[in-house]
């Protein structure tokens, strides 16, 4: 108890703390406090609880004494494994609702099953195909699974791997694809510093991240209302000259859904070919849309039935349906991956290839992914992706119908994409300051976790709100996302509009305060006027 103890001396901490405050009040201290930790705070010393010699704190006393959580150096001495699960585990409670989390298109859900193979081969290390051969076959199954899914040519040897996520199967479908476009200018003789490649506005950051790494600049498609806010490929063939590597091309774009237009870029990359001998391919980010495209839309050609798309990759742990950590990309041919990416090692027993930027990790994800299409059959992925589709276009439609908001998707229209709905509030309801900022803001009260945040550029003045429906989000589970959203919306017209009251009335106050005063300004003036009689 701090009764028997000696008052603490003030901490330099807590001393700056306080005169930060001043004469501020009590939530202006609160506020200054806010980045000490609980002990700085109250003055205490940072060994404090080392001078209480065996003092016990809180639910892990009933094991043995605690020093508290490591947050920048190890304690001298370390816990029970069950007082530092539940000190960890209580931590971790303080998250968000994986479930309500409708900002992310990771799954957050797989079957008691799939969690117990999961367990098992934690300790199995992908990159150790002499150890685990099995496992390695299985991963070459998905590969030639997704191939085959994605329309590979018989003719042709598909080539792919698993990656840790869709950011590192771009990179390396971008890397194959600069390789190829340096070796054909060194043939020619021709400059090799100065790649490029295309994309659009609405790209997700992992493709600026490999333009960065790598040193290729970037050549961006603006965006428009007419181009659904995705790459124009009328737009971005503008772009392209003799130093472009490629077009990277968005099946499912991470702000609005929408599917862009492989066959149309890879036509008037024909033209090109035919007009300049400019031979340009198209790797296709199908992060989300690679694993829904062909289960509902599978008469959509943007696959390697376009001669053109060179590569593709995908998010297992996306619309895969696999816990977070796993990605895929699949090169058409053998031939558009080239060798010099492609290392052999034996230093871990017989000779293992490999062409990740990643080595050493588990191989529970890869094993998932199996397991889910030995489990589901493209039978099972069509039922989830139909079910998460029709989820989707009802709560688009019930948003529209509300009279309060605009969405920007289209699949209520019979239009292809994802299973998202893009809104935000009409503009009538822009022009009396409802947000969607504080839309999200408020949602959070009730565990929801929904994103708002502004359009691709030239469209960045435009905020809108995004709900990925995946295959956790049920029917009653957005029946009651819907009604929230409807209360917080209802509550921020209600506070717009007694804003606006306010403010109107402080407006005509201070508008009639100035007429009176130009009134007997004006009167002023007069009385020194000559009478007219």
Same mark, same amino acid.
């Given at each position: 108890?701090?009764?028997?103890?000696?008052?603490?001396?003030?901490?330099?901490?807590?001393?700056?703390?306080?005169?930060?405050?001043?004469?501020?009040?009590?939530?202006?201290?609160?506020?200054?406090?806010?980045?000490?930790?609980?002990?700085?705070?109250?003055?205490?010393?940072?060994?404090?609880?080392?001078?209480?010699?065996?003092?016990?704190?809180?639910?892990?006393?009933?094991?043995?004494?605690?020093?508290?959580?490591?947050?920048?150096?190890?304690?001298?001495?370390?816990?029970?494994?069950?007082?530092?699960?539940?000190?960890?585990?209580?931590?971790?409670?303080?998250?968000?609702?994986?479930?309500?989390?409708?900002?992310?298109?990771?799954?957050?859900?797989?079957?008691?099953?799939?969690?117990?193979?999961?367990?098992?081969?934690?300790?199995?290390?992908?990159?150790?195909?002499?150890?685990?051969?099995?496992?390695?076959?299985?991963?070459?199954?998905?590969?030639?699974?997704?191939?085959?899914?994605?329309?590979?040519?018989?003719?042709?040897?598909?080539?792919?791997?698993?990656?840790?996520?869709?950011?590192?199967?771009?990179?390396?479908?971008?890397?194959?694809?600069?390789?190829?476009?340096?070796?054909?200018?060194?043939?020619?003789?021709?400059?090799?510093?100065?790649?490029?490649?295309?994309?659009?506005?609405?790209?997700?950051?992992?493709?600026?991240?490999?333009?960065?790494?790598?040193?290729?600049?970037?050549?961006?498609?603006?965006?428009?209302?007419?181009?659904?806010?995705?790459?124009?490929?009328?737009?971005?063939?503008?772009?392209?000259?003799?130093?472009?590597?490629?077009?990277?091309?968005?099946?499912?774009?991470?702000?609005?859904?929408?599917?862009?237009?492989?066959?149309?870029?890879?036509?008037?990359?024909?033209?090109?070919?035919?007009?300049?001998?400019?031979?340009?391919?198209?790797?296709?980010?199908?992060?989300?849309?690679?694993?829904?495209?062909?289960?509902?839309?599978?008469?959509?050609?943007?696959?390697?039935?376009?001669?053109?798309?060179?590569?593709?990759?995908?998010?297992?742990?996306?619309?895969?349906?696999?816990?977070?950590?796993?990605?895929?990309?699949?090169?058409?041919?053998?031939?558009?991956?080239?060798?010099?990416?492609?290392?052999?090692?034996?230093?871990?027993?017989?000779?293992?290839?490999?062409?990740?930027?990643?080595?050493?990790?588990?191989?529970?994800?890869?094993?998932?992914?199996?397991?889910?299409?030995?489990?589901?059959?493209?039978?099972?992925?069509?039922?989830?992706?139909?079910?998460?589709?029709? /989820?989707? *276009?009802?709560?688009?439609? !019930?948003? +529209? &119908?509300?009279?309060?908001? #605009? $969405?920007?998707?289209?699949?209520?229209?019979?239009?292809?994409?994802?299973?998202?709905?893009?809104?935000?509030?009409?503009?009538?309801?822009?022009?009396?300051?409802?947000?969607?900022?504080?839309?999200?803001?408020?949602?959070?009260?009730?565990?929801?976790?929904?994103?708002a945040y502004p359009l691709p550029h030239p469209l960045n003045g435009t905020t809108i709100v995004r709900v990925v429906v995946r295959?956790?989000?049920?029917?009653?589970?957005?029946?009651?996302?819907?009604?929230?959203?409807?209360?917080?919306?209802?509550?921020?017209?209600?506070?717009?509009?007694?804003?606006?009251?306010?403010?109107?009335?402080?407006?005509?106050?201070?508008?009639?305060?100035?007429? /009176?005063? *130009?009134?007997?300004?004006? !009167?002023? +003036? &007069?009385?020194?006027?000559? #009478? $007219?009689?």
């Open positions: 108890m701090l009764s028997d103890a000696t008052p603490p001396t003030s901490t330099p901490a807590a001393t700056a703390s306080a005169s930060k405050a001043g004469s501020h009040g009590s939530a202006k201290t609160a506020t200054s406090l806010a980045h000490l930790g609980l002990r700085e705070a109250a003055g205490l010393p940072a060994d404090h609880l080392a001078q209480r010699g065996s003092m016990k704190i809180g639910m892990a006393s009933r094991y043995q004494t605690v020093e508290g959580c490591p947050k920048a150096q190890l304690n001298e001495t370390g816990l029970d494994a069950s007082v530092a699960y539940r000190l960890v585990h209580d931590e971790l409670v303080l998250d968000g609702n994986p479930t309500q989390n409708l900002a992310s298109f990771v799954t957050t859900h797989m079957e008691p099953e799939a969690l117990q193979l999961y367990n098992e081969t934690l300790n199995k290390n992908l990159a150790d195909g002499e150890e685990y051969p099995q496992t390695i076959e299985l991963q070459n199954r998905c590969a030639k699974i997704l191939a085959n899914l994605w329309n590979a040519s018989p003719s042709q040897s598909p080539v792919g791997t698993a990656t840790i996520g869709s950011s590192e199967a771009i990179m390396l479908g971008g890397l194959a694809m600069k390789f190829r476009w340096r070796e054909a200018r060194k043939k020619e003789g021709k400059d090799t510093s100065k790649p490029n490649i295309v994309f659009g506005h609405n790209c997700q950051s992992a493709l600026e991240k490999f333009s960065t790494y790598f040193d290729v600049a970037t050549r961006y498609v603006d965006v428009s209302e007419s181009s659904h806010f995705c790459n124009d490929p009328n737009e971005a063939i503008k772009l392209v000259d003799e130093n472009t590597i490629g077009v990277i091309m968005i099946m499912g774009s991470t702000y609005t859904g929408h599917f862009e237009d492989v066959k149309l870029m890879a036509t008037l990359l024909d033209k090109l070919q035919e007009e300049t001998g400019l031979n340009v391919p198209i790797h296709v980010d199908g992060a989300s849309g690679g694993m829904v495209a062909p289960f509902i839309f599978p008469d959509l050609e943007w696959d390697f039935r376009i001669s053109r798309v060179v590569s593709i990759n995908t998010s297992g742990h996306k619309y895969g349906l696999v816990l977070p950590g796993l990605g895929w990309i699949v090169w058409r041919d053998e031939q558009f991956l080239p060798k010099e990416l492609v290392f052999n090692m034996a230093y871990l027993g017989g000779n293992v290839s490999s062409f990740t930027l990643n080595f050493s990790r588990n191989a529970s994800n890869v094993i998932l992914q199996y397991y889910q299409f030995v489990r589901l059959g493209a039978g099972g992925y069509k039922a989830i992706m139909s079910g998460c589709l029709e /989820v989707a *276009k009802i709560l688009s439609l !019930a948003l +529209e &119908k509300s009279g309060m908001f #605009r $969405v920007y998707s289209d699949i209520h229209k019979d239009q292809v994409g994802l299973p998202v709905v893009a809104f935000g509030f009409t503009p009538e309801l822009k022009k009396k300051g409802v947000s969607e900022y504080k839309l999200e803001h408020d949602l959070r009260r009730y565990g929801w976790i929904v994103p295959e956790s989000a049920s029917m009653d589970l957005m029946d009651l996302l819907f009604r929230n959203m409807v209360q917080v919306a209802e509550s921020l017209v209600e506070e717009a509009e007694v804003l606006h009251a306010a403010e109107r009335k402080a407006f005509v106050g201070k508008k009639w305060q100035a007429v /009176v005063k *130009k009134v007997k300004e004006s !009167a002023e +003036e &007069k009385t020194h006027y000559p #009478r $007219v009689c």
